[in-house]
């Protein structure tokens, strides 16, 4: 398999977590694709993916999967235990609609935020900036993690009693929000409790280390 993707991406992170949960890092060939100088929004990267975002995963008949949930989908399914997906279908059921909505009350908000209240990636990239919107989804991100504080004073992981797809999501916003300094309110007691927890993880530490090795977080 070969990941194009960024080394140091908060999108590119929950798939990179995801493969070392699987015990994958070792088979997986990663493509650098530099966000910074825009690479993902050129002609020849639009051929990979119509949407120009990272990561994709391509595989050695050429078949392209782009988008975070669904490679982590794809990868689950190569491997058996730990299962990050589900095993029943109330599992799998629970675990998608949390990761969707790590995404959307979440990492999407700050992502916006980054892009339309921020430099972001910088004038050659950011072609249209709202800052009045990014500003909007900065306190949407805000609310998202009281919300998955809340989640978190009930159980022990976003979807439920196990670490699943969702946790990985949520990490994904958690790395997208010290990227751009965007602090997790102090009252957060549970979800800076689980953050803590969840850089234990031997995948988690797998990520930091593949990244301090390219270079360190902006």
């Known amino acids: 398999m070969k990941i194009h993707d960024w080394f140091d991406g908060p999108y590119p992170a929950r798939v990179r977590i995801a493969l070392a949960e699987k015990g994958l890092l070792s088979k997986t060939e990663f493509v650098s694709v530099n966000l910074w100088t825009g690479e993902h929004k050129k002609?020849?990267?639009?051929?990979?993916?119509y949407s120009g975002t990272l990561p994709v995963l391509e595989l050695d008949d050429g078949t392209l999967i782009a988008e975070c949930t669904a490679i982590t989908q794809y990868v689950d399914a190569l491997v058996g235990s730990p299962s990050l997906t589900g095993e029943t279908p109330l599992e799998k059921g629970l675990i998608h609609?949390?990761?969707?909505?790590?995404?959307?009350e979440f990492l999407d908000a700050v992502s916006v935020y980054f892009h339309h209240a921020t430099p972001g990636l910088g004038p050659?990239?950011?072609l249209y900036q709202n800052p009045e919107w990014g500003n909007r989804m900065?306190?949407?991100a805000i609310r998202g993690m009281r919300y998955f504080d809340d989640l978190l004073q009930q159980r022990p992981y976003i979807?439920?009693?196990s670490f699943s797809m969702a946790d990985i999501a949520v990490l994904g916003g958690m790395i997208?929000?010290?990227l751009v300094k965007l602090p997790v309110p102090?009252?957060?007691?549970?979800?800076l409790e689980w953050h803590a927890r969840m850089q234990e993880r031997p995948s988690v530490q797998q990520w930091r280390a593949m990244v301090e090795r390219?270079?360190?977080?902006?």
């Open 138 to 140: 900065r306190d949407k």
């Open 159 to 161: 979807a439920g009693e």
């Open 214 to 218: 390219g270079a360190p977080l902006r």
């Open 97 to 104: 609609m949390m990761t969707k909505r790590a995404e959307i």
């Open 186 to 191: 102090d009252e957060c007691v549970a979800l």
């Open 43 to 49: 002609p020849e990267f639009l051929t990979i993916n």
């Open 124 to 126: 050659d990239v950011e």
């Open 176 to 178: 997208f929000a010290s």
